[in-house]
């Protein structure tokens, strides 16, 4: 219990002209946690995964990277060359459209290796069999390692995009809707998938998502969002139980029941 | 004898914010000592509150007030008041939970599913408790979403009772099961008992309630108020 946290917010805020996006958010995580943000559109989920991961500044508030060797970094303070650093080794970004982080033009294998190079790897025989690993774990036939991305169905993109962010081993990963937009029987793939990798590579992750059912299956915590204020944090199915708020119980029971 | 889970003084109301903040109280003033080796059966009518009181003891529902003391490790720990992350660990050593309905992982076998909640992640041990519960084989490789009522609950007791905690929340283990597979769980119920373990279960059927329970606590249904 005396372990500390992989990264801290303390009173974020930002306007977006008279819009309040985020209002005095504070946050926590601790290694190996995944941490799932919901509300509706516009709630301010997105803004605050783009705050915490340093993609876009608050109006005031601090956020706080512990890094391997226990040294704290002000996120919205570091040199942007050690940002860029950080989000090529120890940090990953999985975005809902896989297509805003994959390399259209380049192979399967190029895509999940050119992380690998970034990172420093120079042999090219063990970046090929790194790629040809995360295709297998992601469970991309390995022989379609140099097919061009654009030959993939939408299920197979997310997953070579899972594939090209945890390469490295990133000890935390911000993931925005991984599964919106994709069928259920994909969606259902995709998530006992990065369920599994999770929990055996340890990795700490901050989820995005609109929907609970996905929250509820990966997120050990939740904290419920809406008009850029936390209304509401705890267990996972504490919250979705037993929730405290009259906006989280408006969201939980708004939930069809299939 | 050792106090395993002590409940002092715990109160719970629902406020139905959807309703105008329509309140319910459910419990008041409940108190509860389990100790190591016993087992305390929840009775009352339906409705009385019951499940809210066992949910509540596993921190899946949350204590408007009172402490909830569990022996996690050695030490009394609150989990009424523990921050998120105690309640993770607790849960994960010490207080096993077992629900009425398997809450399903798509594509996850159900070997996989009760190997997952073994502290060595034992197929082997799974697969062992699995054939015990009269799981045959042919369906440990298949996720139990297609199963019968009765499957998925030996599922979800397997899960429950693999996982070694010297404390057991039963929610009705054996609603759906037939007589021969009743007494494979009261079997069960009865072998943690003699390892030690703390058990508090809510068991309708009143023959299985009498074989497995020391003691009843009285969960007496509280006025409405509006």
Redesign the interface.
């Known amino acids: 219990?005396t372990e500390e946290t992989l990264l801290s917010a303390r009173g974020l805020s930002l306007h977006f002209g008279k819009v309040p996006a985020l209002v005095n958010v504070d946050a926590d995580l601790?290694p190996g946690?995944v941490l799932a943000v919901v509300g509706e559109s516009g709630s301010g989920k997105t803004t605050l995964l783009n705050v915490l991961s340093g993609r876009i500044r608050a109006d005031s508030g601090v956020t706080w990277y512990r890094d391997p060797q226990s040294r704290l970094h002000d996120v919205h303070a570091m040199p942007a060359p050690a940002l860029r650093a950080l989000h090529r080794s120890d940090w990953g970004f999985v975005h809902q459209n896989p297509r805003d982080n994959l390399r259209m033009s380049v192979s399967a294998g190029g895509n999940v290796g050119e992380r690998l190079m970034a990172a420093g790897n120079r042999h090219y025989g063990n970046i090929r069999e790194a790629a040809i690993d995360w295709l297998a774990q992601v469970e991309i036939d390995p022989a379609r390692v140099d097919d061009m991305p654009r030959t993939f169905s939408g299920g197979m993109l997310q997953r070579l995009q899972i594939a090209r962010t945890l390469v490295t081993h990133p000890r935390l990963v911000f993931m925005d809707e991984p599964t919106g937009g994709l069928d259920v029987s994909v969606q259902?793939?995709l998530?006992?998938l990065i369920?599994s990798l999770v929990a055996r590579l340890n990795i700490a992750v901050v989820l995005v998502t609109h929907d609970l059912a996905v929250a509820r299956?990966l997120a050990?915590?939740i904290m419920v969002m809406q008009r850029g204020e936390v209304v509401e944090t705890?267990?996972t199915?504490?919250v979705l139980?037993?929730p405290?708020?009259?906006y989280t119980?408006?969201l939980v029971?708004s939930v069809l029941q299939a | 004898m050792v106090p395993m889970l002590q409940v002092d003084s715990l109160e719970k109301q629902?406020?139905?914010?959807?309703r105008g903040g329509l309140s319910l109280p459910v419990l008041h003033g409940v108190n509860l000592t389990v100790h190591a080796g016993e087992c305390v059966a929840l009775s009352g009518p339906s409705g009385a509150g019951k499940s809210t009181l066992l949910?509540s003891l596993y921190?899946?529902?949350?204590a408007d007030a009172g402490r909830i003391l569990i022996r996690h490790e050695g030490e009394m720990v609150d989990i009424a008041s523990a921050p998120?992350?105690?309640?993770?660990?607790v849960r994960a050593k010490t207080l096993g939970y077992v629900s009425q309905f398997l809450r399903v992982?798509?594509?996850?076998p159900a070997l996989d599913i009760v190997a997952e909640a073994a502290p060595d992640r034992s197929q082997e041990k799974a697969a062992a408790l699995l054939h015990r519960l009269n799981i045959p084989t042919r369906l440990h490789a298949l996720p139990p979403a297609t199963f019968s009522g009765g499957e998925q609950q030996r599922v979800n007791l397997a899960r429950g009772f693999i996982g070694g905690h010297p404390i057991l929340l039963l929610d009705e283990p054996t609603a759906s099961l037939d007589a021969a597979n009743a007494d494979i769980v009261i079997a069960m119920i009865t072998e943690a008992k003699a390892r030690g373990v703390a058990i508090v279960g809510i068991f309708h059927d009143a023959e299985v309630r009498n074989r497995v329970a020391d003691r009843l606590l009285h969960v007496a249904p509280l006025q409405d108020a509006a």
Do not use: C, I, K
């Open positions: 219990m601790w946690e259902a793939r998530l006992d369920r299956l050990h915590r705890g267990l199915d504490q139980d037993d405290q708020h009259a119980q408006l029971s | 629902f406020t139905l914010h959807l949910r921190a899946n529902y949350r998120p992350r105690t309640v993770v660990q992982v798509p594509r996850v």
